[in-house]
């Protein structure tokens, strides 16, 4: 058995972002791991409110740089979600990644033993690896939005509106059916021995939802607002 924790969804760079405030507590959970996963919207380019693009991601490669130099001895992955896949940051990354000896990096999951880790844009609707692709394939360019969005995402998270939003948008018996849809379609399906699976990305977190022979869990979102969970797996290898 290994100690492996996750997380997920910490938008970092967004305005809307809590995370700075559970650094100490995402240390702590480190510091308690043999494995680490970022699981993907680590940092938020389409939200940033750096000043470009180029200071995001620089930005983003100083964070995880302070990462993982306090936690040497922790083996971290970084499975890419849909608001950290942007291209020209996916590159500086796998420049990085190359000077780091504990970091590896999965554009879309990782499997370790019977679990599997996936950022979880694949229950925006039903998607096979080609699905996947053509979704993220959006977001690799992506510009940042403006001031005027940005205020309108402003306004409806000090209304509480963004909560009712993510709950009618997925329902965690859609959600869930959606990603088994997705793991089913690339071969990780309970027949090649998953039995838990972790993601993220809908911003509702699940604390262990069973669905025909696996368990789903779910951190939700260091946003404004939102529950915001480390999790914990006992993976076998
Ligand atoms: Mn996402």
Redesign the pocket.
């Known amino acids: 058995m290994q100690s492996v924790g996750t997380v997920?969804?910490l938008h970092l760079f967004c305005k809307r972002s809590r995370a700075l405030k559970h650094m100490a507590a995402l240390d702590s959970a480190i510091a308690e791991s043999d494995v680490f996963v970022l699981n993907?919207?680590v940092f938020d380019f389409r939200w940033s409110v750096l000043a470009s693009e180029e200071e995001t991601i620089d930005a983003a490669l100083e964070w995880l740089d302070g990462l993982l130099g306090r936690h040497p001895d922790c083996a971290f992955h970084y499975v890419l979600?849909?608001?950290d896949c942007l291209r020209s940051f996916t590159e500086a990354l796998s420049e990085f990644e190359s000077t780091q000896p504990n970091l590896t990096c999965h554009p879309y999951y990782l499997r370790l033993g019977d679990t599997l880790f996936l950022?979880?844009?694949v229950a925006m609707r039903n998607m096979d690896a080609e699905g996947l692709e053509a979704y993220r394939s959006f977001w690799r360019y992506h510009k940042r939005k403006g001031r005027l969005m940005n205020w309108v995402w402003d306004a409806a998270f000090l209304l509480n509106l963004h909560r009712g939003i993510h709950r009618m948008a997925f329902p965690p018996q859609t959600a869930v059916a959606r990603v088994r849809h997705y793991i089913d379609s690339i071969g990780e399906g309970p027949e090649s021995g998953i039995t838990s699976v972790y993601f993220?990305?809908?911003?509702m977190a699940l604390p262990g939802y069973a669905h025909e022979g696996i368990q789903f869990f779910n951190g939700g979102a260091a946003l404004q607002g939102l529950e915001f969970n480390i999790l914990r797996a006992r993976v076998s290898l």
Do not use: L, V
């Not at 993220?200 to 911003?203: A, K, M, R, S, Y």
């Open positions: 997920s969804d993907g919207d979600g849909n608001h950022h979880g844009d993220g990305h809908t911003h």
